[in-house]
């Protein structure tokens, strides 16, 4: 397991503190880039949740967050990472929607699947910026 996902491994897990899925992708990848913990917390605050709206999964704002941290901002690699969590997830991209199918297929309390869709949103990032050779 890489140190990145053990980092947001551990945030999701902290007892004292609640951070959200777009926190918990994006602080791992802030910190290693140099950025202090309390900005990138403080920046992906509204975006847990699906926006705090159930729009699109915290976890993958999260993750665009953190590309961008790097400079990846092509609409190549964005819609790479965005099929590759499609991909796992019948195309959906929405909270709202996520949730559902979650509960639908018999889950009853929603923390692991967004613990999951965060440590697969990490991976997505990681293999991208890996690739690149920016990581």
């Known amino acids: 397991m890489s140190e990145l996902l053990e980092r947001s491994k551990a945030l999701r897990g902290d007892p004292n503190v609640h951070y959200n899925c777009a926190q918990s992708v994006l602080i791992p990848f802030a910190e290693r880039r140099g950025m202090d913990t309390a900005t990138a917390n403080a920046l992906s605050a509204n975006f847990g949740a699906g926006m705090k709206m159930a729009s699109v999964c915290g976890a993958v704002t999260?993750?665009?967050?953190?590309?961008?941290?790097?400079?990846?901002?092509?609409?190549?690699?964005?819609?790479?990472?965005?099929?590759?969590?499609?991909?796992?997830?019948?195309?959906?991209?929405?909270?709202?929607?996520?949730?559902?199918?979650?509960?639908?297929?018999?889950?009853?309390?929603?923390?692991?699947?967004?613990?999951?869709?965060?440590?697969?949103?990490?991976?997505?990032?990681?293999?991208?910026?890996?690739e690149k050779g920016l990581l």
Do not use: W
Request: proline share 3%; aromatic share 8%.
């Open 62 to 130: 999260g993750g665009l967050m953190a590309l961008g941290l790097y400079g990846v901002d092509d609409g190549p690699t964005v819609n790479r990472f965005y099929t590759m969590i499609k991909d796992n997830h019948d195309g959906m991209l929405l909270c709202r929607e996520l949730l559902a199918a979650y509960k639908k297929s018999g889950g009853a309390d929603k923390k692991p699947h967004c613990d999951g869709m965060v440590y697969e949103c990490v991976q997505a990032v990681e293999e991208i910026l890996t």
